[in-house]
């Protein structure tokens, strides 16, 4: 439920906000042509992976899906941290956008162990009922 929150709140505050979201991305390392193919792929994505985790026969495709966005986010964060690319604006939308680069990193960190957690915890088997769930006739 957490990723879900986290995919639905990130796509639409980035798409009430568009036009901010829009130059934010502009100010990203990357080729200003790329712009609007990137920022509506990233919506497109996380409303995609937000999508696939509300049902069950999606939803080991969206944790997955969850765990890889969120990995290439946080080396993209450990890269701003290092100063590879310079200052950089976050375009992240809403009160995320608010963390200093520090924050966003351990953010992102937690939710890639919410998304490592959901896997592990997919591929469990159902445990068998105890016996005090048994019912008795």
């Known amino acids: 439920m957490l990723l879900f929150i986290l995919f639905t709140y990130a796509a639409g505050s980035k798409l009430a906000n568009y036009k901010q979201f829009l130059f934010q991305m502009d100010a990203q390392p990357f080729n200003n042509?790329?712009?609007?193919?990137?920022?509506?792929?990233?919506?497109?994505i996380e409303f995609a992976i937000a999508a696939c985790l509300i049902f069950r026969k999606t939803m080991k495709a969206g944790l997955w899906a969850s765990l890889i966005m969120l990995v290439i986010f946080t080396a993209y964060i450990a890269l701003i941290k290092l100063n590879y690319f310079g200052s950089i604006p976050c375009s992240c939308g809403g009160v995320i956008e608010r963390l200093n680069w520090t924050q966003h990193l351990f953010f992102n960190l937690f939710f890639v162990g919410i998304s490592i957690a959901g896997i592990v915890l997919y591929k469990l088997p159902p445990s068998a009922p105890r016996q005090s769930q048994l019912k008795l006739s």
């Open 33 to 44: 042509r790329y712009t609007t193919p990137l920022v509506i792929g990233l919506l497109l």
